[in-house]
């Protein structure tokens, strides 16, 4: 999705782009992913940069859905209802104490709501909630229906995608698996945890990247919607509202290199906690069980813009965020290709940080 993003936005500023897909374009982490624009439910104290890069894309939002949805005619499921923080027991009320401390001291805007007052809000969580943070700013989209409208949009807009195209390496333009070469002034890797397996790349300029395995059910509702209109955050994942009576689960967190599949375990676990939290859960209907790979740079910031290589561009490392931060990536991806300066915001995410590390 961020590479599609990219090519649109400089299509519009009038360069000429060619995606090169190995697979099926949407098919890695975009197609697993639940869809959360949460940069404040998901803010952390040591990632305050990632927090404002978050709440610059959630600000973009409105307008990047708004235009994809003219030009493509796809309804994205963008979903305008606050987020909720749930805890369930003693232990993660005082856990979300110290969470609503961290946002208000970062200056966000949290709510803190009692039981009663959260269950107004969603009547479906059960009645053991022990206290709840209202998120008013965090929203939800459908990343599958995204990715539909950002394939409508970059053809409309003249990028030339190649799908099937594997990328053997670069070297003076891009290589391609089947021996073609092709003739490039610049060039974009956004392959999300695949990227750092690109060839040609040289190590001064490389950006180390790993994937983080996220375990992810899809169900959905044979009542229809109304269980749940927001999201709902428990301490080990969450649960996603479509608006339409499907539903999104996840995820793990789990270090295991590029493997996909599924446990007996993780699902298990997901769906425990989940009807716990909402107990009504329990009788939706399972349609989909899968897992992605997240990509993760070592500081858990992704690699924006430019780097130590004149026209190579980075566009990777997007972790928990990467449908979030795709309005503001492909913005400041295009703004690097176009040879403008970046704006302050984008310093801490220049990929030469990581200059000879991956070495
Ligand atoms: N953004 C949620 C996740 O990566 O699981």
């Known amino acids: 999705m961020i590479g599609l993003a990219v090519a649109w936005r400089a299509a519009q500023r009038g360069l ?4 090169l897909e190995r697979g099926t374009p949407g098919e890695g982490a975009s197609y697993v992913a639940a869809g959360m624009l949460a940069p404040v439910t998901e803010a952390t ?13 959630a600000e973009a939002y409105p307008r990047f859905v708004e235009e994809l949805e003219q030009l493509s005619g796809i309804e994205l499921g963008y979903l305008p209802w606050s987020m909720l923080m749930i805890a369930r027991d003693r232990d993660e009320a005082e856990a979300l104490d110290r969470e609503l401390e961290l946002r208000r001291s970062l200056g966000l805007s949290v709510e803190r709501l009692r039981p009663s007052q959260a269950r107004q809000l969603e009547p479906a969580l059960a009645p053991t909630t ?20 950002l394939l409508k949009a970059v053809a409309a807009a003249g990028v030339e995608l190649r799908v099937g195209a594997q990328v053997a390496r670069l070297d003076d ?18 392959a999300g945890p695949w990227s750092d397996a690109v060839d040609g790349v040289p190590d001064e300029a490389r950006v180390p990247i790993h994937p983080v395995k996220g375990q992810i059910l899809r169900l959905h509702d044979p009542a229809g919607p109304g269980l749940l209109s927001r999201v709902v955050r428990m301490s080990s994942g969450y649960l996603v509202p479509r608006g339409d009576g499907r539903y999104v689960l996840g995820a793990t967190m789990e270090e295991r290199g590029f493997d996909t599949t599924v446990t007996a375990g993780a699902v298990f676990e997901l769906l425990r906690d989940a009807g716990e939290v909402v107990p009504g859960s329990s009788e939706l209907v399972i349609d989909e069980i899968t897992a992605g790979l997240r990509p993760a740079t070592p500081d858990n910031r992704p690699a924006i813009g430019p780097c130590a290589v004149p026209g190579l561009h980075w566009a990777v490392g997007h972790y928990r965020n990467g449908i979030l931060l795709a309005p503001v990536t ?3 991806v295009v703004a690097g290709l176009m040879g403008e300066a ?14 000879g590390v991956a070495a």
Do not use: W, Y
Not at 175 to 190: K, P
């Open 330 to 332: 492909a913005e400041l």
């Open 130 to 149: 022990r206290l709840a943070l209202e998120v008013a700013g965090d929203h939800a989209v459908d990343p599958r229906k995204l990715t539909a409208a």
């Open 16 to 19: 000429r782009a060619v995606v």
């Open 45 to 57: 104290l040591v990632e305050q940069d990632v927090l404002r890069l978050g709440l610059a894309s």
């Open 173 to 190: 333009g891009v290589c391609l698996a089947g021996g073609e070469r092709l003739a490039a002034e610049q060039v974009v890797i956004a």
């Open 342 to 355: 970046l704006p302050a915001l984008a310093a801490e995410f220049s990929p030469t940080r990581f200059a």
